[in-house]
């Protein structure tokens, strides 16, 4: 059975820090990852999303990496901001059965001005 | 620019009680599921569809039905509520299958069963 964890739950860093977020994954038969930002009492917003085929994929000041063979990904977020405070999560498609997400319970992230 | 838009955002119910929530998209997405959100436990899928008429389970679907008679449109109904259903709704759509495109999430219905 696929299981998804992140660790460290919760992360707090100064402004401007370069940071990563970790995502593991049980199976490394995928068919994509997915980043999600969530901020408190709303939904999910997708950050990053990279097909199985990919290493990599980029937006501004993210970059998220994908080994499948070692069952992990990154997300690396550079010179952190306030306004990036929020819990990160990962998601997984399984590679067979029927189309649905396995996610990670996030990592809460606080930036500190 | 609506996107997925989920009602309500709040609400109490007593055990035993029924209810449907309320999820549409303005986006003509094919894909639309449902999840319920847990302190320490992430989000679990609770049911999806493909399709209109076309709806299957996830991991966690007792005590839920869900149709989908349009595209458009995919609420979720509790039957008799539990305290144990007590967690954080949110609706997700998606073009196509969604196996390669970005889900699109509503903000979530918070449900409490006293």
């Known amino acids: 059975k696929q299981e998804v964890t992140q660790i460290p739950a919760a992360l707090s860093v100064p402004e401007g820090e370069n940071l990563v977020l970790n995502c593991s994954f049980t199976?490394?038969?995928?068919?994509?990852l997915q980043w999600f930002r969530q901020d408190p009492g709303k939904g999910l917003t997708s950050l990053l999303l990279i097909q199985s085929s990919q290493r990599e994929q980029t937006s501004g000041r993210l970059n998220a990496s994908l080994d499948k063979s070692s069952g992990r990904s990154t997300l690396y977020i550079a010179a952190s901001q306030p306004g990036d405070s929020a819990t990160y999560l990962c998601a997984v498609v399984p590679a067979s059965g029927t189309y649905k997400y396995i996610f990670g319970t996030g990592t809460r992230l606080k930036v500190l001005a | 620019n609506a996107g997925v838009t989920q009602t309500p955002k709040f609400q109490v119910l007593k055990t035993g009680q029924s209810m449907t929530l309320q999820c549409a998209q303005d986006m003509n997405h094919e894909y639309m599921s449902w999840y319920r959100q847990d302190p320490g436990m992430g989000l679990r899928l609770i049911h999806y569809?493909?399709?209109?008429?076309?709806?299957d389970q996830g991991e966690v679907p007792n005590g839920y039905n869900v149709s989908r008679s349009t595209t458009e449109d995919f609420p979720l109904r509790l039957l008799s509520a539990a305290p144990s259903q007590t967690s954080v709704y949110f609706c997700?759509?998606?073009?196509?299958?969604?196996?390669?495109?970005?889900?699109?999430f509503g903000d979530g219905t918070r449900l409490s069963i006293l």
């Open positions: 997700a759509s998606s073009p196509g299958t969604g196996r390669n495109q970005p889900q699109h």
């Open positions: 199976d490394s038969a995928i068919y994509n």
């Open positions: 569809s493909v399709g209109a008429g076309i709806t």
